[in-house]
């Protein structure tokens, strides 16, 4: 028994696939079937959900919420021993130190994916799915979703979390793909489909062929900070202006999940009317503003845009994402060598793609008819039961890689990056090539589309014991999208083979992976 985990920005949700094939949730302990991606998180004790959402109205509680982790997945806890600090090329450190432990965002995401495995198990057990004696420390096993556009250290950071928390990980899953499954597994019909997977913070758009229940990715892209948060902060921005510009103090930072929450509010309900009502009472003053979810097509283009005169269209005041939305969505057609007239159909995935600005946009850049509904397919829980049916299917499916991956090699005097694996190839993947090298050569491994090394990202270094002379380099990518990178060359006669697995946190995943499981099994978490 598996389950499929959507590992969500905003929110998570938990499938499964029952004896008869079917792919059915698993409720929280909230009867819901999805729960927050909301922490709070004192060192000792943690509450996960909703819970931990309605404490941050608790006074002297804020401190302790963690939200929106998923974007810091990937960030070192602190900044690499062979990296100094300030350095253009360094990565912006995460710690989420928390009682004096760096947890990072994969053990914070760790703890949500702790209570998602307990709920699961005790749910199964109770069906029956699970044997009686499996208790809370059952290693259950899990495929989890990441966004397509998340690179190697990225998925290593989100195997970590799940393994961390007791998850037997079996998968990682690109998100539209596993949309793409929940939408096509049981349709029989040859399809050219568009996946645009809008999800509480991140962006993914990917073109998948579905024939008889088999999906072939033909590309991906995305972004990892763009989503539905982000339209969120436009209403929050213009918020924080008006009440500034009418009481003539500011909105206190301790104040801030309110305004988060009247945004959030605000967005849901400009997605069913035309126009909401935002009223505000603090002790530093009072607002009552209204939103629109439109300019009035008589009003000019200048004023529709105008900020002269304080008027909120939530369309207009969003047009930068949904330009940004729209760019990557034509790179992607441009670089799976498409045209928009291939596409049969294009799917919804993300609850945040209900806003009606989302299907709009799409169809007048694609020309075609974009289903609002469709039957048996959720926005918000597709890419769980997707990710369930992946366990069952992995032969059914081909994903693409990510990103890039080369090493660093020195051409005409200048360091520049040779390509081994391209972006969108399908995996799994393999490739090799003999080079000449120095003795003790380093051997340097990548991530990204340029040929400077400074606009990639170092993957993994190994320093090599071979003799001056050729040295084969093998690059292997599974169809999990983890790397790994061998160098082969011959000392005395013998092959010797020296072989760099890609690991996360400076390339110390191991290191980091027994003293983060010990400390999520003894976080209390509340129910």
């Known amino acids: 028994m598996h389950i499929g985990i959507d590992l969500g920005t905003t929110f998570c949700c938990v499938a499964y696939v029952d004896n008869e094939g079917i792919a059915r949730l698993i409720p929280n302990s909230d009867g819901e079937n999805s729960t927050p991606s909301i922490i709070w998180f004192d060192g000792k004790s943690a509450v996960v959900g909703k819970k931990a959402d309605?404490?941050?109205?608790?006074?002297?509680?804020?401190?302790?919420?963690?939200?929106?982790?998923?974007?810091?997945?990937?960030?070192?806890?602190?900044?690499?021993?062979?990296?100094?600090?300030?350095?253009?090329?360094?990565?912006?450190?995460?710690?989420?130190?928390?009682?004096?432990?760096?947890?990072?965002?994969?053990?914070?995401?760790?703890?949500?994916?702790?209570?998602?495995?307990?709920?699961?198990?005790?749910?199964?057990?109770?069906?029956?799915?699970l044997d009686e004696k499996a208790d809370d420390h059952y290693p259950l096993e899990a495929v989890i979703t990441v966004p397509a556009y998340f690179g190697d250290k990225e998925r290593q950071d989100t195997r970590l979390a799940g393994l961390?928390?007791?998850?037997?990980?079996?998968?990682?899953?690109?998100?539209?793909?596993?949309?793409?499954?929940?939408?096509?597994l049981s349709r029989q019909e040859k399809k050219m489909i568009l996946v645009f997977d809008l999800g509480g913070g991140t962006f993914d758009v990917t073109v998948l062929e579905t024939n008889r229940g088999d999906a072939n990715v033909i590309a991906s892209d995305g972004h990892n900070t763009l989503g539905g948060k982000d339209f969120d902060e436009v209403i929050q921005a213009h918020i924080y202006g008006e009440f500034s510009r009418k009481n003539k103090k500011h909105i206190p930072e301790d104040k801030g999940f309110f305004v988060q929450r009247k945004a959030l509010e605000a967005k849901h309900q400009l997605s069913e009317k035309e126009e909401v009502r935002i009223s505000i009472v603090l002790t530093e003053g009072d607002l009552e503003t209204v939103l629109y979810r439109s300019a009035?097509?008589?009003?000019?283009?200048?004023?529709?845009?105008?900020?002269?005169d304080n008027t909120f269209y939530f369309t207009q005041r969003s047009t930068d994402l949904m330009s940004r939305c729209k760019t990557i969505c034509n790179r992607l057609i441009e670089k799976s060598g498409l045209r928009w007239s291939d596409i049969d159909e294009v799917i919804l995935a993300g609850g945040s793609c209900r806003m009606p600005i989302i299907p709009q946009m799409l169809e007048d850049l694609t020309g075609k008819k974009i289903r609002r509904q469709i039957e048996g397919f959720n926005y918000d829980t597709a890419i769980a039961i997707g990710a369930a049916l992946y366990g069952h299917h992995k032969a059914r499916v081909q994903d693409v890689v990510s990103h890039s991956v080369g090493i660093r090699i020195l051409d005409e005097n200048r360091y520049k990056i040779e390509h081994f694996i391209r972006k969108n190839s399908p995996l799994p993947v393999k490739e090799e090539r003999v080079f000449a090298a120095d003795a003790r050569a380093a051997l340097l491994v990548y991530e990204g589309e340029s040929e400077a090394p400074d606009e990639c990202v170092l993957r993994g270094r190994i320093e090599l014991k071979n003799p001056e002379g050729d040295v084969k380099i093998i690059m292997e990518m599974d169809t999990n999208g983890f790397l790994k990178a061998i160098a082969e060359y011959e000392v005395n006669g013998n092959l010797t083979q020296q072989v760099l697995e890609i690991k996360n946190e400076a390339f110390m995943f191991d290191e980091r992976l027994e003293p983060l499981r010990e400390k999520i099994s003894s976080i209390s978490l509340t129910f």
């Open 54 to 129: 309605d404490m941050k109205n608790l006074p002297g509680q804020y401190s302790h919420i963690y939200e929106f982790v998923k974007r810091d997945m990937g960030k070192p806890i602190e900044t690499p021993p062979n990296i100094h600090e300030g350095a253009p090329y360094a990565p912006d450190p995460k710690p989420y130190e928390v009682g004096g432990f760096k947890y990072g965002a994969a053990g914070m995401s760790s703890i949500i994916l702790k209570k998602l495995r307990l709920e699961a198990i005790r749910f199964l057990r109770n069906r029956g799915l």
């Open 164 to 184: 961390a928390a007791g998850l037997n990980v079996i998968g990682i899953i690109n998100e539209p793909t596993a949309a793409a499954l929940a939408y096509g």
């Open 296 to 308: 009035p097509i008589s009003l000019s283009l200048g004023d529709q845009f105008s900020m002269d």
